[in-house]
């Protein structure tokens, strides 16, 4: 069996391997293997490929530009999904906007360790996604499973595009596949996790496996929802979502990060505006609470949605 976190590794392994061009940046990665050891043994394998950065976010991603306007192909580990907000403007305004002003590609990866695990609080739980959707020129990715985890980095070194990589902290040692995958579906396509008939929840990384188990709950109440897994938030696959609808007539949205300008509301937008007519109900949205992350791991496990708010969010969509 290997893990999510084995997924990202052996997926950086394989790039270091096939590309002289890929290398490794990011806080304590090369001696110590990093915060999650996700880089564990390859500065051993990989000399001069796997460096130790200073404790500059903004330092960090300014330099990996600057090698990707030469050629290289950087990985850059933040420690934190939280921490690349020090790296802010190097990301939405000098990576984001590179190719457009200037004509050159700017292939970097920018991987975040995402979302909540009990007892992070609120400095080491974040789910920054929406905000770097917001902006032209980054892909956001959202892997789910470790099969993605695996194929989506190794597509996301092909891009000419800066890539945000959200990788989610929960999912590294809880999470298990029997093999690494030969093939995948694109970025930009999402998967139908499992087909229903009565209501389409769409979600993704974390939250695609406590929908599974709403679903779970569900169908022994005699329900059948299908479960849509996006993959990517940017680029977002609006086709794959609104062919549930139509199906299903029935729409619930569910993220682990925030509610206000969030993903989720950018699905429920597009639903409204370009699938109105397929419509039985109104459709509904589930987050976090619209408060910073508890510390506490009971108040944690209230903060997030859970299988148990999905399914009582879906038996309301459900009855409506």
């Given at each position: 069996?290997?893990?999510?976190?084995?997924?990202?590794?052996?997926?950086?392994?394989?790039?270091?391997?096939?590309?002289?061009?890929?290398?490794?940046?990011?806080?304590?990665?090369?001696?110590?293997?990093?915060?999650?050891?996700?880089?564990?043994?390859?500065?051993q394998a990989y000399p001069?490929?796997?460096?130790?950065?200073?404790?500059?976010?903004?330092?960090?991603?300014?330099?990996?530009?600057?090698?990707?306007?030469?050629?290289?192909?950087?990985?850059?580990?933040?420690?934190?999904?939280?921490?690349?907000?020090?790296?802010?403007?190097?990301?939405?305004?000098?990576?984001?906007?590179?190719?457009?002003?200037?004509?050159?590609?700017?292939?970097?990866?920018?991987?975040?360790?995402?979302?909540?695990?009990?007892?992070?609080?609120?400095?080491?739980?974040?789910?920054?996604?929406?905000?770097y959707a917001h902006y032209?020129?980054?892909?956001?990715?959202?892997?789910?499973?470790?099969?993605?985890?695996?194929?989506?980095?190794?597509?996301?070194?092909?891009?000419?595009?800066?890539?945000?990589?959200?990788?989610?902290?929960?999912?590294?040692?809880?999470?298990?596949?029997?093999?690494?995958?030969?093939?995948?579906?694109?970025?930009?396509?999402?998967?139908?996790?499992?087909?229903?008939?009565?209501?389409?929840?769409?979600?993704?990384?974390?939250?695609?496996?406590?929908?599974?188990?709403?679903?779970?709950?569900?169908?022994?109440?005699?329900?059948?929802?299908?479960?849509?897994?996006?993959?990517?938030?940017?680029?977002?696959?609006?086709?794959?979502?609104?062919?549930?609808?139509?199906?299903?007539?029935?729409?619930?949205?569910?993220?682990?990060?925030?509610?206000?300008?969030?993903?989720?509301a950018e699905i429920l937008?597009?639903?409204?505006?370009?699938?109105?007519?397929?419509?039985?109900?109104?459709?509904?949205?589930?987050?976090?609470?619209?408060?910073?992350?508890?510390?506490?791991?009971?108040?944690?496990?209230?903060?997030?949605?859970?299988?148990?708010?999905?399914?009582?969010?879906?038996?309301?969509?459900?009855?409506?």
């Open positions: 069996m290997i893990t999510y976190l084995e997924a990202i590794r052996e997926a950086q392994a394989h790039a270091l391997a096939a590309d002289p061009r890929v290398y490794l940046y990011g806080q304590d990665i090369a001696t110590f293997g990093g915060a999650f050891k996700a880089t564990k043994n390859l500065a001069g490929r796997v460096l130790d950065s200073p404790i500059s976010e903004d330092a960090i991603v300014g330099s990996a530009i600057g090698a990707a306007i030469e050629g290289m192909r950087p990985i850059v580990e933040m420690q934190f999904a939280d921490f690349s907000t020090v790296a802010f403007n190097q990301i939405v305004n000098q990576a984001a906007t590179l190719h457009w002003r200037t004509g050159v590609p700017c292939p970097i990866i920018v991987r975040l360790p995402s979302g909540g695990t009990p007892g992070s609080g609120p400095f080491h739980s974040q789910s920054l996604e929406a905000i032209p020129g980054l892909i956001i990715v959202t892997p789910a499973t470790v099969e993605d985890a695996y194929s989506m980095l190794l597509e996301s070194i092909t891009i000419e595009d800066p890539v945000i990589f959200c990788e989610h902290k929960y999912l590294y040692y809880h999470l298990k596949a029997e093999s690494l995958p030969s093939e995948a579906l694109p970025i930009g396509k999402a998967r139908v996790a499992r087909q229903g008939r009565d209501a389409t929840v769409v979600t993704y990384s974390a939250m695609l496996h406590e929908c599974l188990a709403a679903a779970e709950e569900l169908a022994a109440e005699g329900w059948e929802l299908e479960v849509v897994d996006l993959r990517s938030i940017k680029p977002i696959d609006t086709d794959t979502v609104l062919a549930s609808v139509a199906r299903t007539g029935r729409v619930l949205a569910v993220g682990e990060a925030w509610p206000w300008g969030g993903v989720t937008a597009r639903v409204a505006s370009e699938g109105f007519n397929l419509l039985d109900a109104p459709p509904m949205r589930l987050n976090s609470k619209d408060t910073p992350v508890p510390f506490h791991p009971n108040l944690w496990g209230t903060h997030r949605p859970t299988a148990q708010t999905i399914a009582a969010a879906a038996r309301t969509l459900l009855n409506k």
